[in-house]
């Protein structure tokens, strides 16, 4: 039978029901969180993930707020990062969910993972929204669902991956939070079907005149899936992907800003406002980090440019 998982709250540092070797462990990864994000993280998941062969196989169910719970595998080098309270997750796009706590939106959380971002949109102090977390990786798709189960069956989860068309493709990768389907048929893996977003239209998922908050967490499959969702990016919704630190082309940005009706809006981290704009140089100057990825907004609904605006006075009040 497995073991209890452990119990961190974010909000008071408490740690509960860890053994004494477990409880060290805890230390190191949070030291290693606060010294490593001087630069970005830099080494960081490969020392968790070596420290994790030497602890119990058991989980850690983080309280991220009153009414969300995290859980995934302690010591997993991705995630234990959380452990470390000053640490923020995508910041960026925390900052929109939180000012959108009064709208009547759906996530469609594309490439979840855990689903991280379901439980927490889900939850109460991020108003409660409906949210389909969507997950193609047989090693993943348990945990994700996992964290369903924990948090009451809030939040709908789909085995999918997403892209330009329904179909089947093959996933690949080494590291659970870059598995993707972008890689060659000779990569092995796994086969899993596919769905394009305009699919969960058809399929009677999601209402072709809603809300919608569309995180694609999709690794490499970015435009494909974009391309997938022309009726989707229609309506009142808002993309958020990521674009590579590594990537000096800006692909990602450049196909949503030439190719697309939409808006390219990003987090200038200079002004901490959520910028359009048409000059794809900014990015040279924000991607700092070779290593990691950044979150780019797309849009064609004056209804989110409207609100993001409004959050952007919001900001700049604060700062005066």
């Known amino acids: 039978m497995a073991q209890a998982p452990i119990q961190f709250d974010r909000a008071s540092g408490a740690l509960e029901g860890a053994n004494l070797w477990e409880r060290t462990a805890a230390l190191a990864l949070v030291t290693g969180a606060k010294i490593s994000s001087h630069f970005s993280h830099m080494g960081y998941i490969a020392c968790a993930n070596l420290l994790a062969k030497t602890l119990p196989k058991r989980n850690i169910a983080i309280k991220l707020n009153p009414d969300a719970a995290f859980e995934f595998p302690y010591g997993d080098g991705y995630w234990s990062k959380l452990l470390d309270r000053s640490y923020s997750y995508e910041g960026e796009l925390e900052l929109l969910f939180a000012d959108s706590i009064d709208v009547d939106y759906t996530l469609l959380d594309c490439g979840a993972n855990y689903g991280y971002w379901s439980v927490l949109v889900s939850s109460k102090p991020f108003g409660a929204h409906k949210a389909i977390a969507i997950e193609p990786s047989g090693q993943n798709y348990p945990k994700l669902a996992n964290n369903s189960r924990i948090n009451g ?61 569309i995180k694609l967490d999709v690794e490499g499959v970015e435009i494909e899936a974009i391309k997938g969702g022309a009726r989707l990016l229609q309506a009142d919704s808002v993309i958020m992907c990521e674009e590579h630190g590594s990537d000096r082309s800006h692909a990602v940005s450049r196909y949503i800003l030439e190719q697309t009706p939409m808006k390219l809006i990003v987090l200038d981290p200079r002004s901490n406002r959520l910028e359009t704009v048409s000059d794809l140089s900014i990015l040279d100057r924000i991607k700092v980090s070779t290593h990691v990825g950044y979150n780019v907004f797309g849009t064609a609904s004056a209804f989110w440019q409207d609100r993001i605006n409004a959050l952007n006075a919001k900001t700049t009040r604060r700062m005066q």
């Open 153 to 213: 069956n809030r939040f709908e989860t789909m085995k999918c991956a997403i892209g330009a068309s329904r179909g089947t493709a093959r996933l690949s990768g080494t590291k659970h939070e870059a598995f993707s389907i972008a890689g060659d048929v000779s990569d092995g893996g796994e086969e899993v079907p596919v769905l394009a977003l305009d699919n969960l239209i058809d399929d009677g998922k999601v209402a072709p005149n809603g809300k919608y908050l």
